[in-house]
């Protein structure tokens, strides 16, 4: 019994949230590859040279680097009984990728999250993460604090939550993301998830999606596979 998860939706629409969520409950790992790229701008590797124009301009990375990192990271034995992808497909080449690697892993649940754009927008430009554990707070529920309430660590704005470049980024999620949800639409493992809701009902909402999938309910305690 495995979980093969994708969050699809725009940027803001509680993905990583609710995906984090979600595989902390069923012991398999969040695979943000937006994360990925941003720790590599950090580290300053090969990888994060060739991303970091691409991510500042709120555009896509190649297609080839990208089918790289996620085969990779999927490879690892913590994938092993599934994974939350997060930010990846975002191309349909991608995704054509994604179906190659899952031979012999299972299906591949598909959740499409749907916010309305004015709110996205909304998200974003308040949207604060912390530097230190990655948590991510809204200065809608948190006002001028700039401290992690988890961590201690400092709050700050991601360099492309910009307003500017969040709606740029929305543009090109729109353009580019489109065709993927035409890509999957008709697989019996394809659903639609409203992200505008409080967060405790989109995750249960999530959960009973995924659970709709045989293979993909979690194993009762003591039963191994
Ligand atoms: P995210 O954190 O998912 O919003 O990603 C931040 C940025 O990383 C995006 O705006 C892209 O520049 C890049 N990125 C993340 N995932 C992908 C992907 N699957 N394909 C291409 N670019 C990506």
Known sequence: MSLNLVMLGPPGAGKGTQGERIARERGIPRIATG???REAVQEETELGRLAKAAMD????VDDDVMIGIVG???GAGDAEHGFVLDGFPRTVRQAQALDAMMEGRGPLVVIKMSVPHEVLVQRLAGRLTCVRCGTIFSTATIGDRRECERCGGRLVQRSDDD????RHRLEVYLRETK???QYYERRATYFRLDGHQPPDQVAADLRKLVDL???SRPRPSGVTS
């Open 35 to 37: 994360d990925i790229l």
């Open 57 to 60: 301009a709120g555009a896509l």
């Open 72 to 74: 990779d990271r999927l």
């Open 163 to 166: 307003e500017a470049v969040v």
């Open 179 to 181: 065709p993927l949800v």
């Open 213 to 215: 999938v045989p293979s």
